[in-house]
């Protein structure tokens, strides 16, 4: 099995508007503080652009929503 990973720079990521749905940005402007904010940032970022590298599909077209215990799907 391969494994990917991919290292992101909390303070260099691009524009939150350029990557997240309305869902998500909602969420994201919802946080209170600077340093989980960029960390959600970073996050979702990582993510989705290892699933749009892998699956071929629009960064900002791919969603990342939570389970009840807080943690990303």
């Keep these: 099995m ?3 990973y991919l290292v992101v ?4 990521l691009p524009k939150a508007e350029d990557f997240l749905t309305k869902t998500e940005l909602k969420q994201y ?3 209170t ?5 960029k960390e ?5 970022y990582a993510l ?3 699933a749009t590298d892998f699956f071929n599909f ?3 077209k791919m969603q ?6 807080g943690q990303p799907v």
């Design 2 to 4: 391969n494994y990917r």
């Design 9 to 12: 720079d909390l303070n260099n």
């Design 29 to 31: 402007q919802a946080l």
């Design 33 to 37: 503080t600077d340093k989980r904010a």
């Design 40 to 44: 959600w940032l970073g996050g979702r």
């Design 48 to 50: 989705k652009k290892l």
């Design 58 to 60: 629009p960064i900002n």
């Design 64 to 69: 990342v929503s939570n389970k009840r215990t």
